[in-house]
């Protein structure tokens, strides 16, 4: 349960400044699941 409550903790830091729920569901969906997209930066 901590190392969930963790990726959510780290969720919400890397979501600061989105604007729904929606967005910071997916956050926490991306690092949970550990996808590597290779965005461009």
């Given at each position: 349960?901590?190392?969930?409550?963790?990726?959510?903790?780290?969720?919400?830091?890397?979501?600061?400044?989105?604007?729904?729920?929606?967005n910071?569901?997916?956050?926490?969906?991306?690092?949970?699941?550990?996808?590597?997209?290779?965005?461009?930066?």
């Open positions: 349960m901590e190392g969930i409550n963790s990726l959510v903790q780290a969720a919400k830091a890397k979501a600061r400044g989105y604007r729904s729920t929606r910071l569901k997916a956050i926490v969906y991306l690092l949970a699941g550990k996808l590597d997209l290779n965005l461009p930066a």
